[in-house]
């Protein structure tokens, strides 16, 4: 495997726009290739945990896969994905106004060079659009920060890891017991079929909305990384070790662990409600990072020992 | 009548299931046993088992004794063919409500998906005949560098991830028995485990979580 540094690299033949479609497509390529350097470090940790025999097995059929999908340059899970971007956009970076259209742009070239898999099912009419476009898909959500840069997270989520996802709001007097009740029936009930050691993330908040939307921001945060509030770190701690007690493994077929972590992120919440949400990765959790600057020179943060 | 030594065959501990299976070939096999494919292996997922149960329909395909594979692969579309570009099994259970009906209606002999799958299809497995199996998930590469030829499509207008790809496969796995012919699930098995011991880390965790105001 050639360890190839991310270089801060400039076009100046294209337009603003072709050059943003032509750096998010490159985005889509390595994250489709490649697992962010979070989750193989992770992986590789809990393959060495790991001594029944199926286990090791499974672990060196995961590794396996990682090397020919970076030597054949393909995406390492058939499932790409309904694309989902995570932008943090800076209030002065210049060409905001394309950035949707590019965003389009690059699903759409990416769909065909890497290639993607045509997941963008037309509701309703519930046919297969060909080039994942759709009403509403690719998904943006957006957020407005100070700077003249960008922040973005794209998130490759297939329909095995997608599945488990629930949020449901509780009544307070079932307190953060019920949070971890939830959470623990979903991943036993449901995480075994989404492709464990799982990378799973619970939102706190007010309503569904607010819970599930928070779950999927701390599928973003990395492997090893701990919310800055120290009770909510310590139940992030508890959980992991609580769900590893319980033994799912690799595939779900049973060994010493079974979550590659548990990231909360939470919301201040109304007095009568206690929403939760959770959302999980499968082990092949695919998200790229990217700071793209006002010259729109980039770094693509996540995968800096991977191949660009 | 098949000849089971000819079609179970035993390759350096390698046991290599081969196509047509027939249910002696199979009748031996065991739940957590290790097995792989050779011969023809037909993607078939949501779509295409709703079309065969609610509208009746066949594909241009003889599923007897064949193997499918829940599965919705990345296909290149190349001036000589079909490349297989990626194809890592679905999950199982979202083809529960259908598979048992499934099984009946095809004789199809080998399920392979992700994950378990639940009593129906076990009850099924156990009366036909049929195994159910896992490849492990996510390990698309490698899954597409064991088929050797895509050999036709059928009902190619539900899409790329949903049509009937008709693969020749080689040693195709490694793949997991979840199901055998005796109806022993070992999703459920596991589960099952999986239920205790999450009640019994519930116990440990959930003094150490109650922050209140009081």
Known sequence: MAHVKNEITKSKLKTPKEQITDILSDLLKVTAIALPDDVFESLKKMQACEDSELSKELYSCIFDNLDKAEKLKRPLCQDTGVLQFFIKAGVRFPYLALLGDAIKDATQNATSSVPLRHNVVESFDERNTGNNIGTLAPWCEWEIIDGDGLEIDVYLAGGGCTLPGRSKVLMPLEGYEGVVKFVFDTIVEWGVNACPPLVVGVGIGTCATTASILSKKAILRKIGSSNPNPKAADMERRMKIGLDNIGIGPLGLKGKQSVQCVNIEYAAHHPATLGVGVTVGCWATRRGSINIKNDLSYEITSHKNKIN | ?214
């Open chain 2, 1 to 214: 009548m098949s000849d089971n030594i000819e079609n179970t065959r035993n390759i350096n501990d390698k046991k290599i299931l081969t196509t047509p299976i027939f249910p002696e070939d199979i009748a031996s096999l065991h739940i957590g046993d290790i097995i792989y494919l050779t011969g023809m292996l037909v993607t078939c997922r949501d779509d295409g088992h709703r079309r065969v149960i609610e509208s009746d329909c066949m594909p241009n395909f003889n599923l007897s004794g064949m193997s499918i594979l829940h599965a919705g692969p990345i296909i290149k579309a190349t001036p000589s063919g079909f490349e297989m570009i990626s194809i890592g099994p679905t999950t199982s259970r979202r083809m529960e409500m259908y598979e048992a009906e499934f099984i009946k209606r095809t004789g199809v002999k080998l399920i392979i998906g992700k994950g378990g799958m639940g009593a129906k299809t076990a009850t099924a497995c156990k009366q036909y005949k049929a195994l159910h199996c896992v490849f492990p998930g996510g390990c698309a590469v490698s899954a597409a560098t064991e088929v050797e030829e895509i050999v036709g499509v059928e009902w190619e207008d539900f899409g790329m991830p949903e049509a009937f790809w008709i693969m020749k496969v080689k040693e195709f796995g490694p793949l997991i028995v979840s199901i055998d012919t005796h109806g022993d699930n070992l999703f459920e098995r596991n589960k099952a485990e999986f239920n205790i011991k999450k009640e019994e880390a519930l116990k440990e965790l959930l003094p150490f979580v109650h922050y209140s105001h009081n």
